[in-house]
């Protein structure tokens, strides 16, 4: 621990991750000692040795440092003997984590196998829950619990005979009954399904434990994630964390969603060990983890997180196109202003706003269509063009640098002011004074070297000094990789909105030639945080040796034939395994029944079941239009 002057006070600065114990898996570690370990997932039948090897291999080359295989049933867990013989035939020493679901025997007989053995809380001893309102009285319960215990307790013996760890995974969307009947589905219930089994290893004296929980929803699992650490303080508990954001999908949607999810919680020094669940070729998650480990962890700035309320569960979103010179046609389109249908008679084509237009646009551009804006938007400009500004917009508002606007003396025209933050030192009395007299002032947030933990910082002494204006975040880097760069915003300001503490974000991607990029990345980081909706939100699981269809292919479909039903959330899941309860929040799911069938979900309701997949989309789509929710 050491300290770090800002703001003219002290903060705590911890230059290290969560504390926790080691837990031996094979020849490696996973701890807070040790770095943050990458891992990804077989998807293929575990019954098919060499598949399994030759993809275990892919993973590992490209740098995985644990490879996880399903083991449905008994006869798969006895198959991974032969998988973990070839790959130690060919000289491959990474650690095997079996995956088992609903099956205690499978778990007992893979811990003689693999180094490692996941089982779930919600389906390891507990029946696959219905979702339906059941009444436990307390003996009965109990009677459940001391259940768990036994079959636990078995499966523990096991692991410590053969040597081998145990990851306790909880996932939201597989969360039983029993828990259900007196939590909910919530991530309290997340968090005491885990306690139940740490219970009984710290009973049981078994310390090679990991845990996971883990949703769809990155905001679910964070909270789950922030309470279970304080609930194993309480309890004197200091097992290591795997991250991971379930579901997650394909693509840049996948990458930020899981960049938002688990890069908030590395960046508050939680997280031992992480993987990127895409609906991708598994060991193409392995880059995308690494660099999303690399950006988190290249931080030396660690506070203790001062309690901040959330209060904005709506944000703006300020597009940053300073480098046009011109706002013309072409422009106002890429970001989604049309003409519209009624012209101004003075003016001529005014425009309007789709769906994803920004509500506020900062430009240097001055000229006649800032005329044609809707009254809605509000156009941002530098201060010492204001004046011209309101030549062609009177509800344009001034940036000022926060040492200026300290020395105006008197209000600047307009309904507000924008008050850019660049220096930690300027946020002190004299601009709390000046803010005080400016109610309607909005604050921006632009350090120099931004992080999630300095932005924190500054509204931690915003809070402090009694500044309740409205605060936008923006940040400015001069980046030419897109990659490493969405991942970077979506990992340091993704967790903002997850705490809805900030009233807007705004991006200046410098390095990107794509003057609509920071827009559309603000808008997949707000969509992946939960708190706006810009296009069908897309949910679907990596898979795994449980899934009996290509799933790849059917994401693809799916999204073909519904990206344009922007109101919509749809969920494509390789089995029952996390649904319906993961895609509990879904409008409609596609999940995979058997081979070549598909079940229709309409939320958690199933209404159609076993659906060729070849027909299946057009089922789906029929569904969606019967129930009012399809739009040409």
């Not at 060990?273 to 962890?297: D, G």
């Not at 706002?327 to 005014?350: Q, R, S």
């Not at 924008?418 to 000046?434: H, W, Y």
């Amino acid at each position: 621990m050491s300290s770090f002057s800002i703001f003219n006070f002290q903060f705590s600065i911890i230059m290290k991750r969560r504390s926790t114990k080691q837990v031996k898996i094979g020849e490696i570690y996973i701890g807070s000692e040790y770095p943050v370990l990458v891992q990804s997932m077989l998807n293929t039948n575990t019954m098919n040795t060499e598949a399994c090897v030759e993809q275990a291999i892919r993973i590992i080359e490209a740098g995985g440092k644990l490879v996880r295989i399903t083991a449905p049933g008994v006869k798969e867990a006895r198959n991974l003997e032969n998988i973990h013989a070839e790959l130690r035939r060919r000289g491959y020493t990474t650690p095997l984590s079996a995956d088992i679901h609903f099956n205690p025997e499978a778990a007992i007989e893979a811990a003689r196998h693999v180094e490692k053995v996941r089982i779930n809380p919600g389906n390891f001893v507990d029946k696959r829950a219905t979702f339906k309102t059941l009444t436990y009285t307390d003996e009965e319960y109990a009677a459940e619990l001391e259940r768990l215990r036994e079959k636990f307790t078995a499966f523990l013996d096991v692991c410590r005979e053969y040597g081998t760890a145990v990851r306790i995974g909880t996932n939201h969307g597989s969360l039983s009954d029993r828990i259900m009947s007196r939590y909910g589905n919530t991530p309290a219930g997340m968090v005491e399904a885990t306690m139940e089994y740490l219970r009984v290893c710290r009973d049981e004296k078994f310390d090679d434990v990991v845990i996971s929980l883990k949703s769809s929803d990155c905001r679910v699992m964070v909270e789950a994630v922030r309470l279970l650490v304080k609930e194993m303080e309480k309890e004197g508990m200091d097992y290591p964390l795997h991250l991971g954001v379930t579901e997650a999908g394909e693509g840049e949607d996948g990458r930020i969603r899981s960049a938002v999810g688990i890069g908030t919680l590395l960046n508050e020094g939680l997280g031992d060990t992480i993987r990127v669940s895409l609906t991708e070729e598994p060991e193409q998650e392995i880059p995308v983890a690494n660099l999303l480990n690399e950006i988190c962890c290249l931080q030396d700035l660690k506070t203790e997180p001062m309690h901040l309320e959330g209060r904005y569960s709506h944000p703006v979103i300020v597009a940053d196109i300073s480098k046009v010179e011109c706002l013309d046609e072409a422009v106002m389109a890429g970001l989604d202003f049309h003409v519209a249908t009624e012209n101004d008679p003075v003016y001529g084509d005014m425009l309007q706003g789709g769906m994803r237009a920004p509500e506020m646009i900062y430009t240097e551009a001055l000229g006649p269509e800032l005329t044609k804006l809707p009254d809605s938007v509000t156009v941002v400009v530098p201060f010492d063009s204001l004046d011209i500004a309101h030549v062609y917009n009177r509800k344009a508002v001034a940036l000022i640098d926060a040492k200026d606007f300290v020395r105006l003396s008197k209000p600047v025209e307009g309904d507000s002011i924008f008050v850019e933050v660049r220096d930690g030192e300027m946020i002190n009395t004299e601009l709390a004074g000046k803010l005080e007299r400016e109610k309607n002032a909005i604050v921006v947030l632009n350090p120099e070297s931004p992080s999630s933990a300095l932005y924190r910082l500054y509204l931690g002494e915003l809070k402090r000094l009694g500044i309740m204006n409205r605060v936008i975040v923006r940040a400015t880097l001069d980046e030419s990789d897109s990659n490493r760069l969405s991942l970077w915003m979506a990992a340091h300001l993704g967790g903002l909105f997850l705490d809805r503490l900030v009233y807007g974000l705004w991006l200046s991607c410098l390095g990107i030639p794509d003057m609509f990029y920071g827009v559309h990345l603000s808008q997949d980081i707000l969509q992946s945080a939960g708190v706006r909706r810009y296009k069908t939100e897309f949910i679907s699981c990596p898979g795994c040796g449980r899934t009996l269809y290509n799933l790849q292919e059917s994401v693809a479909k799916v999204k073909k034939a519904f990206a344009h039903l922007s109101r919509l959330k749809i969920a494509v899941m390789g089995c029952i395994v996390n649904g319906p309860g993961e895609m509990g929040d879904a409008d409609y799911g596609y999940v995979g029944a058997g081979n070549g069938k598909v079940n229709l979900f309409r939320g958690k309701e199933m209404v159609r079941v076993a659906v060729p997949e070849e027909e299946a989309i057009e089922a789906l789509k029929q569904l969606i239009k019967e129930n009012g929710d399809w739009n040409d």
